[in-house]
C-alpha cells in the first residue's frame, strides 16, 4: 500500500440532538477507494476519524460522498 492512504479510521455520524455514533469502523485498510453501505442514519454531519496511515506522518483523502 501507499504510504499516505489511510489504514485504521471511523466514519461518525452526528444526529440533531448532538449524539455522535460509529458507523463504520476499519483497521488494516490498504485500498486508495472504499465504499461503505449501512443502516440508514439521519444525520447533520458526517466524519473521517484517521486513526493511523499505511506509514506516512500525513494522510491524504481526496472525496467522500454519501447517497440516501
Do not use: M, W
Not at 21 to 38: I, L
Request: charged content about 30%; aromatic content about 6%; proline content about 3%.
Amino acid at each position: 500500500p501507499q504510504p499516505e492512504t489511510i489504514r485504521d479510521y471511523a466514519l461518525v455520524a452526528k444526529s440533531s440532538d448532538g449524539r455522535e455514533t460509529t458507523v463504520v469502523e476499519v483497521t488494516g485498510n490498504h485500498q486508495r477507494v472504499r465504499r461503505h453501505e449501512f443502516d440508514a442514519t439521519e444525520a447533520v454531519s458526517l466524519r473521517l476519524v484517521v486513526r493511523a496511515t499505511n506509514g506516512s506522518r500525513e494522510a491524504s483523502l481526496y472525496e467522500i460522498r454519501c447517497y440516501g
